[in-house]
């Protein structure tokens, strides 16, 4: 009788490995929503994260008015006509605001999500496979890391020109680095876990390992380096619409409002607070997200709480 495991079991028993690793993932999501509940400052963040996002998506259908219509109610004072008031061309603020918050989320998380592809599938590679692979692909990252990230944004839309479509790759490419050594990081250490050595004594392949056993459980460093990247990608498009490199007049946007408003602060300083304040709520709401996320994730951080 031959000693070699029948096809059918060989591939079972990796699966079977894979799924016990995986059961822990689908356990661990009752336990994040529980243990970010019981936390005040992280429900917060995502009451303001979750207002801000509802008013950009519900923009077009709870704004008052056109942002982009003029009328001849310059620097009005908030009203029932106009809730926030007007700017200097007499057109809706809070309209401008809504839509403004569209704009910032399209790219937040379009950039976003593209660097968390692109830096994690680089990371994902450079940790599983090693070796010369790894050398190469985190020296390119390292190449990337040199240069501070809103300068690297902004030397690629000076160059490429100020579009949306611009504005969201340079934002990924500014991204892309931390991903990778993120995803690297994790995957160096789970890459070590008996259940993966299991599945590669038994025949599974590099991509079945990757897939079913490495991604699932690289998730949460890489959903909370997200939710923190959220926060600064929101800024760093606001800066780059403040210097007229981001999304162009008349189109809202808080950064573009921020700068309009520069010259009008002793007459209409409301002008400046109203996307100044917007841009603070978003950014503070994902980053208390963050936290929150972080510290329930983190298992490093379990015998603290």
Same mark, same amino acid.
């Given at each position: 009788?031959?000693?070699?495991?029948?096809?059918?079991?060989?591939?079972?028993?990796?699966?079977?490995?894979?799924?016990?690793?995986?059961?822990?993932?689908?356990?661990?999501?009752?336990?994040?929503?529980?243990?970010?509940?019981?936390?005040?400052?992280?429900?917060?963040? #995502? %009451? /303001? &994260?979750?207002?801000?996002? *509802? !008013? @950009?998506?519900? $923009?077009?259908?709870? +704004?008052?008015?056109?942002?982009?219509?003029?009328?001849?109610?310059?620097?009005?004072?908030?009203?029932?006509?106009?809730?926030?008031?007007?700017?200097?061309?007499?057109?809706?603020?809070?309209?401008?605001?809504?839509?403004?918050?569209?704009?910032?989320?399209?790219?937040?998380?379009?950039?976003?999500?593209?660097?968390?592809?692109?830096?994690?599938?680089?990371?994902?590679?450079?940790?599983?496979?090693?070796?010369?692979?790894?050398?190469?692909?985190?020296?390119?990252?390292?190449?990337?890391?040199?240069?501070?990230?809103?300068? #690297? %944004? /902004? &030397?690629?839309?000076?160059? *490429? !020109? @100020?579009?949306? $479509?611009?504005?969201? +790759?340079?934002?990924?490419?500014?991204?892309?680095?931390?991903?990778?050594?993120?995803?690297?990081?994790?995957?160096?250490?789970?890459?070590?876990?008996?259940?993966?050595?299991?599945?590669?004594?038994?025949?599974?392949?590099?991509?079945?390992?990757?897939?079913?056993?490495?991604?699932?459980?690289?998730?949460?460093?890489?959903?909370?380096?997200?939710?923190?990247?959220?926060?600064?990608?929101?800024?760093?498009?606001?800066?780059?619409?403040?210097?007229?490199?981001?999304?162009?007049?008349?189109?809202?946007?808080?950064?573009?409002? #921020?700068?309009? &408003?520069?010259?009008?602060?002793?007459?209409?300083?409301?002008?400046?607070?109203?996307?100044?304040?917007?841009?603070?709520?978003?950014?503070?709401?994902?980053?208390?997200?963050?936290?929150?996320?972080?510290?329930?994730?983190?298992?490093?951080?379990?015998?603290?709480?």
């Amino acid at each position: 009788m031959g000693s070699s495991i029948p096809g059918s079991v060989a591939d079972a028993v990796p699966a079977a490995a894979a799924d016990a690793a995986a059961a822990p993932v689908a356990r661990r999501r009752g336990r994040v929503a529980r243990e970010l509940w019981r936390r005040p400052p992280a429900v917060a963040g #995502l %009451a /303001l &994260a979750t207002a801000v996002l *509802a !008013g @950009a998506m519900l $923009a077009p259908v709870i +704004a008052p008015a056109d942002p982009l219509a003029m009328s001849p109610r310059r620097f009005a004072l908030p009203s029932a006509e106009a809730w926030l008031g007007t700017d200097q061309f007499g057109r809706d603020l809070l309209a401008r605001l809504l839509f403004g918050a569209r704009v910032s989320m399209t790219v937040a998380f379009s950039a976003v999500g593209l660097a968390a592809l692109l830096g994690g599938g680089v990371g994902l590679l450079a940790g599983y496979l090693e070796g010369r692979t790894d050398h190469l692909l985190m020296r390119g990252i390292d190449v990337l890391m040199a240069f501070p990230t809103l300068l #690297l %944004a /902004l &030397a690629v839309v000076a160059t *490429a !020109g @100020a579009t949306p $479509a611009n504005l969201v +790759a340079a934002i990924t490419l500014a991204y892309v680095p931390i991903f990778a050594r993120v995803v690297r990081g994790s995957v160096l250490s789970i890459k070590q876990n008996e259940y993966v050595h299991a599945s590669r004594a038994l025949g599974a392949g590099a991509g079945r390992i990757m897939v079913r056993q490495i991604v699932p459980n690289v998730l949460a460093p890489v959903i909370v380096q997200a939710t923190f990247n959220l926060s600064t990608a929101i800024m760093i498009e606001a800066a780059l619409s403040f210097l007229g490199l981001g999304v162009q007049p008349p189109a809202p946007s808080w950064g573009s409002m #921020l700068s309009e &408003a520069r010259g009008f602060m002793e007459l209409d300083p409301w002008l400046a607070v109203a996307p100044g304040s917007a841009i603070t709520v978003a950014v503070l709401g994902f980053n208390l997200l963050g936290d929150g996320l972080r510290d329930v994730l983190d298992p490093r951080l379990v015998g603290e709480r």
